[in-house]
């Protein structure tokens, strides 16, 4: 700010009462009625920012000129409080091409898309100092991955298939990316976008990118896993080919439940090319990972595939929450992927010795498994109807099913509510003194739809009802038992319309006469 002027119109030469003018000398200033200008500042929309403050002692003998540099604070709601691209706040004047600059605006510029460099995005040191928020910084869904230069880079294709490196990566969003990038032989070791050091040399924050992985991949497609994944590998030219460019990419960050990167780590392809290859395809991939979590797979993308399970989770703090994979109960402690499972058939056919038996609900697959209950005169109602329900239903039910295989807990409206229904049977045990309900089976109905083109149809689920089914117990004489059966089911329904091709309307023809066209008749 302090070698900002706007005043400053004249080379060489001092402006009148301008005093912010460096060609101006200590005679010139004394000769000042007032300061033309006399407060400087970089830009007025930015909260927070230094002012150059010019003013004239005419107490002194001769005028002196006084020069301070302030903290001026901007009291607008409105104010970027924050910039990193401070280019982005003024127009510049573009470069006239001649033929010196020619070749160097046609690589700027000459692709179907382009933007400004990623090495001259700053921050702003005076409203934001990165390494203070560096243990603190928290991330919400969506929001770009900062590193210490400027955005962790997931290049993308935008308009054609070439690369392009602008693309910042969004936290908690999951992607995967293919492009193609021109190459040459010759000048491979000096395209940043194929060497390893492009990709893991700026820090997310306080957290350095590892290696997790290195794999080598031929000139004939034959991949090998690399032992040692802590040694760079610098893109070389060795006998005619050039070596160690990367073709692919992977990230996988581990986040906290508060939105803190904790660690991120690195996956990567090399491979060679020779003289005749002028591009090569280079894909890349970001995943992410809560901390003490194991990561849900998916079941399609988008729609389902039959044979995957379907997910379902529940609904903490107002949205749904893919806790884990749907099937119908839960058992934590002999689940070991700590997924929703439905009862599964033993062998002895004991139902309370197969509490601990589960098999997961696979999507366009219809099941049906059951086992029986021995009942006695000794039996409660009450722990009896509780261990039924957590037998059917497990003892934490889902309260969601996701639309589609890869449906993400943001999106609150890929999930379905599961309804829950009711029935009661005509029969009646002679069991209990007093009538006692209790479950004996639990029936689950998916109904789904073929969603999207007719080429290439993907199944989403609209709806998912569980109902419970009960039955009437009476007292049984001492020392008499009946064996009850509990049986567990899931039906998949196609509610799918049938398809019906679809035509563009015939176009009308809206012709106006003229108001005189039937004159003198009418």
């Known amino acids: 700010v302090a070698k ?51 003013s004239l002692d005419v107490e002194a003998n001769p005028p002196e000129r006084i ?13 970027i409080h924050a910039t990193n691209y401070k280019q982005a706040l003024s127009f510049s004047s573009p470069e006239m091409p001649t033929s010196e600059n ?69 936290f908690l969003v999951n992607q995967a990316t293919k492009c193609i990038r021109s190459v040459s032989v010759e000048k491979c070791g000096n395209i940043q976008a194929v060497s390893m050091l492009f990709y893991i040399n700026s ?24 032992n040692g994944s802590d040694v760079l590998r610098l893109p070389m030219i060795l006998d005619e080919l050039c070596i160690n460019i990367v073709l692919g990419v992977s990230y996988h960050i581990t986040y906290t439940d508060t939105g803190e990167i904790i660690e991120a780590a690195a996956s990567f392809v090399l491979g060679a090319i020779n003289k005749e290859a002028l591009s090569i395809q280079q894909s890349f991939e970001i995943s992410f990972t809560q901390v003490n979590t194991k990561p849900v797979p998916l079941s399609g993308n988008p729609g389902y595939v039959v044979g995957l399970p379907v997910r379902a989770g529940f609904r903490p703090q107002g949205y749904p929450f893919p806790d884990e994979i749907l099937f119908a109960a839960l058992v934590l402690n002999t689940n070991k992927y700590s997924q929703l499972t439905i009862l599964q058939s033993t062998s002895n056919q004991d139902c309370l010795a197969a509490q601990g038996a589960r098999t997961p609900i696979l999507f366009g697959y219809n099941m049906i498994s059951g086992c029986k209950l021995r009942i006695t005169a000794a039996m409660k109602c009450q722990p009896l109807t509780q261990t039924l329900l957590d037998l059917l239903k497990g003892q934490s039910f889902p309260e969601y099913v996701a639309s589609f295989g890869n449906s993400q807990a943001q999106d609150v409206l890929d999930w379905v509510p599961i309804t829950h229904l009711h029935t009661s049977e005509q029969r009646i045990y002679n069991t209990f003194q007093s009538s006692c ?45 009946r064996t009850i059966p509990i049986t567990s089911s899931v039906v998949f329904t196609d509610i799918s319309s049938p398809a019906e091709p679809g035509y563009k309307a015939w176009p009308t023809i809206n012709a106006k006469l003229p108001f005189d066209f039937f004159f003198p008749f009418v």
């Not at 460096?22 to 000769?31: E, I, K, N, Q, R």
């Open 102 to 170: 020619f070749d160097q605006l046609l690589k700027q510029f000459g692709s179907a898309s382009f933007s400004a460099e990623p090495d001259s995005w700053n921050m702003n040191t005076d409203a934001q100092n990165p390494s203070d928020v560096n243990e603190t910084y928290s991330y919400e869904y969506g929001v770009p991955i900062q590193t210490v230069d400027a955005f962790l880079r997931l290049p993308s294709p935008v308009v054609s298939s070439w690369c392009s490196d602008a693309n910042p990566a969004g």
């Open 203 to 226: 820090s997310i924050l306080a957290v350095n990118i590892t290696v997790q992985s290195i794999v080598v991949q031929s000139l004939n497609g034959m991949r090998n896993l690399l």
């Open 67 to 79: 020069f301070k540099l302030i903290d001026q604070v901007n009291p607008s709601v409105f104010c």
């Open 4 to 54: 900002l002027c706007v005043c400053d119109l004249l080379v060489a030469q001092c402006d009148v009462n301008c005093c912010c003018d460096p060609d101006c000398s200590a005679a010139d200033v004394s000769l000042f009625t007032t300061c033309s200008v006399p407060i400087v500042t970089g830009d007025s929309r930015l909260c927070s920012q230094k002012a150059a403050i010019y």
């Open 437 to 481: 309900q209790i479950p004996v089976s639990l029936e689950i109905e998916v109904k789904w739809t073929k969603y999207g083109s007719l080429v290439n149809p993907q199944a989403r689920i609209v709806n998912v009802t569980a109902t419970i089914t009960t039955t009437t117990l009476k007292q049984l004489p001492s020392g008499r038992e």
